[in-house]
């Protein structure tokens, strides 16, 4: 057309085609840009610089890297403030929790009972309990003596039942020992010609060493059982 500016070429970058701009309106835009940036003390030439390439106001991004979210981070934060107070409050169970390991428990048919001395364990007996037939005939007594100081003790022991003593005897315990009471081979048989109560019941034990003494219940179990029957006991 005759009369018109003469317009630029199109340019062609990965398959799109960029408009044509007249080529004299973007001269006439390029110098009033380049005369206001030179009046401001700046570099007049033309800010887009090469089309193809970054802004150099703004760096690229170098490709392969994501950005982080700002949105992002307080939730990772969340995330990590939970996973840390979950894993104290788990490791705090074992040291709210006792030790089952420093506490006697009952794990067979009788009764245990501790004698202390000055809040520390002076003797105890184990397992302790009556072995007897329908009625309370030919009774035994069956336990185990423990002495827990560096010297040599004396244990009483004496059973009761409705205020009558069904049985005493002394156990003498070496250093850090314990004895074996009952009517098998290799056990020190305690003295009990019979009982007023049959299996099922409960008699009351008497325990004195070291001056102190403690009472408790010890169960009358029945002589049938395999364990506690006459072929056990006299093995």
């Known amino acids: 057309m005759l009369g018109s500016a003469p317009f630029r070429e199109s ?7 960029r408009s044509s701009i007249p080529l004299g309106t973007l001269q006439e835009r390029t110098g009033a840009a380049g005369a206001r ?10 800010r887009w610089g090469n089309l193809s390439g970054p ?7 170098p490709r392969g890297i994501e950005q982080e979210s700002s949105v992002s981070r307080p939730r990772r934060l969340v995330l990590s403030a939970a996973a840390l107070g979950f894993a ?6 074992a040291y709210f929790s006792p030790v089952q390991t420093h506490d006697f428990y009952q794990a067979g048919d009788g009764n245990n009972v501790s004698i202390h001395q000055a809040g ?24 185990t003596v423990v002495n827990y100081t560096d010297e040599t003790i004396t244990v009483e022991l004496e059973g009761v039942a409705e205020d009558t003593t069904l049985f005493a005897t002394s156990v003498s315990v070496g250093p850090r020992e314990s004895v074996e009471l009952g009517r098998t081979e290799g056990r020190q048989q305690v003295p009990i010609t019979g009982i007023p109560t049959s299996p099922g019941h409960l008699i009351g034990l008497q325990v004195t060493a070291g001056g102190e003494t403690n009472t408790v219940n010890v169960p009358v ?14 093995a």
Do not use: K, W
Request: with cysteine.
């Open 11 to 17: 340019a062609v970058h990965g398959g799109n085609t």
């Open 37 to 46: 940036r030179r009046e401001r003390g700046q570099d007049p030439r033309p």
């Open 88 to 93: 104290l409050a788990a490791s705090g169970c």
């Open 221 to 234: 179990m029945p002589i049938s059982l395999e364990h506690y029957g006459p072929e056990a006991q006299n």
């Open 55 to 61: 802004s150099p106001e703004r760096p690229a991004v």
């Open 120 to 143: 520390s364990l002076y003797a105890g007996v184990r397992n302790a309990l009556v072995v007897a037939e329908e009625g309370g005939g030919d009774p035994a007594f069956s336990g």
